[in-house]
């Protein structure tokens, strides 16, 4: 079971910006794809950002050019920056792990809150 945690959360207002850290306990080498997906009250988990091991990247339109993944192979974490927040990014985010066979491992979350 791979272990994964996340980091970097906490309050901020609009248009403020806010980095999150995920740290998984698997090589990078047998990590597929990394990522990050958001979770609000009373809506389903969805996806924010993916980045492959080759670097490949894909975002949620309602992300797009304001926040940017970032992977480090070496150090088997991924970061996520936000800037520009806005109230509908409050949620709790997660990340994921995907490896080379498949398997699929989440972390706790951490609680991101835009006030308005």
């Known amino acids: 079971q791979v272990q994964v945690a996340e980091s970097g959360g906490g309050l901020v207002q609009a248009g403020e910006s806010l980095r999150l850290s995920c740290a998984a306990s698997?090589?990078?080498?047998?990590?597929?794809?990394m990522g990050w997906y958001r979770q609000a009250p009373g809506k389903q988990r969805e996806l924010v950002a993916t980045?492959?091991?080759?670097?490949?990247?894909n975002y949620a339109d309602a992300v797009k050019g304001r926040f940017t993944i970032s992977r480090d192979s070496a150090k088997n974490t991924v970061s996520l920056q936000m800037n520009s927040l806005k109230s509908d990014d409050t949620a709790v985010y997660y990340c994921?792990?995907?490896?080379?066979?498949?398997?699929?491992?989440w972390g706790k979350g951490t609680l991101v809150t835009v006030s308005s």
């Open positions: 980045v492959s091991g080759i670097g490949t990247s």
């Open positions: 994921n792990i995907v490896l080379l066979n498949g398997v699929s491992s």
């Open positions: 698997e090589s990078g080498l047998r990590i597929r794809v």
